[in-house]
T-cell receptor, first 115, second 114 residues
Framework: AQSVTQLGSHVSVSEGALVLLRCNYS??????LFWYVQYPNQGLQLLLK??????LVKGINGFEAEFKKSETSFHLTKPSAHMSDAAEYFC?????????????FGGGTRVLVKP | NAGVMQNPRHLVRRRGQEARLRCSPM?????VYWYRQLPEEGLKFMVY????????ESGMPKERFSAEFPKEGPSILRIQQVVRGDSAAYFC????????????FGPGTRLLVL
């Protein structure tokens, strides 16, 4: 079975400051890993994904994440927060060997950006 | 290219009624996933379907819930005899169906059971 833990259900950052969202996973096989963003009352939008290629993955809106197998982590970062980054962020994992690509999500981290 | 469509966006039902949630995948996508998001929680996988087939329903509650994806038309998630605990946001995602596929999510249906 796979699982995802996101440390910190709420994160507050100042505009222009570093955004760091933590994600640790548990998987018996090399996983695929994803970060999604959800704006209020909307669906999820893919920020980036790791599928066993480069361990440093660059996504949309200036976000990037690094896969660290030894730490079973896939933390999301952005060097400089913008007001528009205020949203909820979900880390997810899937098993590449399984039929389909069902996602197991973490509990989410809500980001507040202060002016 | 239109994204994943879900309707209705909001649905209010009284306890004991039936809820039908519809999902039209992106054009060219033949794989559909349903997820449920309870208040203040992350999304939980419910079911994975391809056209006319249920591939994985390991996340579906054993009773009252069913899903289909017919050859023609949208995918339907059906909840019979709704209870207050069914109040949640239900998201549909679709993918093209090849390796390393990305799932594209719809805007969700927010179900409120009174």
């Amino acid at each position: 079975a796979q699982s995802v833990t996101q440390l910190g259900s709420h994160v507050s950052v100042s505009e222009g400051a570093l955004v760091l969202l933590r994600c640790n996973y548990s998987s018996s096989v090399p996983p695929y890993l994803f970060w999604y963003v959800q704006y209020p009352n909307q669906g999820l939008q893919l920020l980036l994904k790791y599928t066993s290629a480069a361990t440093l993955v660059k996504g949309i809106n200036g976000f990037e994440a690094e896969f660290k197998k030894s730490e079973t982590s896939f933390h999301l970062t952005k060097p400089s927060a913008h007001m528009s980054d205020a949203a909820e962020y979900f880390c997810a994992v899937s098993d590449p060997r399984a039929a389909g690509n069902k996602l197991t999500f973490g509990g989410g981290t809500r980001v507040l950006v202060k002016p | 290219n239109a994204g994943v469509m879900q309707n209705p966006r909001h649905l209010v039902r009284r306890r004991g009624q039936e809820a039908r949630l519809r999902c039209s995948p992106m054009k060219g996508h033949s794989h559909v996933y349903w997820y449920r998001q309870l208040p203040e929680e992350g999304l939980k996988f419910m079911v994975y379907l391809q056209k006319e087939n249920i591939i994985d329903e390991s996340g579906m509650p054993k009773e009252r819930f069913s899903a289909e994806f017919p050859k023609e038309g949208p995918s339907i998630l059906r909840i019979q005899q709704v209870v207050r605990g069914d109040s949640a946001a239900y998201f549909c995602a679709s993918s093209p169906g090849y390796i390393q596929e990305t799932q594209y999510f719809g805007p969700g249906t927010r179900l409120l059971v009174l």
